[in-house]
């Protein structure tokens, strides 16, 4: 009977080698599963994502942020736009334009100030 138990002990540390085995040729050494998950998208990791809801001269609402729906952000002179990877102006922006905004949050009154806003193809170079 312990015979038994250690050949199927001995059994399942081969395949259990076996499997990582496998795995370490699949996967980079110092890598998630996939790849590094930090180099997709890092150009716009400080950004939030939404679709256009409302344009007004002072403030932009957006659906589908991280904040929920309807979230405002006041726009500030220096704000800068971004279309297709090239300078842009806040006429350029429509309602349902899906965009990226770079944000700086007012100390005192707790309003989101866009820094910048991106839509269109992306330039690995933002501002």
């Known amino acids: 009977m312990r015979a038994k138990i250690a050949l199927a002990v001995v059994g399942c540390l081969i395949l259990a080698s076996f499997a990582g085995a496998q795995d370490a040729k699949r996967t980079k050494a110092g890598t998630a599963r996939f790849g590094d998950p930090t180099s997709t998208g890092r150009h716009l990791q400080n950004y939030i994502y939404g679709v256009v809801k409302k344009i007004g001269k002072e403030e932009i609402i957006l659906d589908k942020t991280e904040f929920g729906d309807d979230q405002p952000f006041k726009l500030?002179?220096?704000?800068?736009?971004?279309?297709d990877g090239k300078a842009a102006k806040l006429d350029d922006l429509k309602v349902g334009d899906k965009v990226?905004?770079?944000?700086?949050k007012d100390k005192k009154t707790g309003d989101m100030i866009a820094k910048s806003v991106v839509t269109g193809v992306a330039s690995e170079a933002l501002p």
């Open 100 to 104: 990226f905004v770079q944000i700086k």
């Open 76 to 83: 500030a002179p220096k704000t800068k736009y971004v279309q």
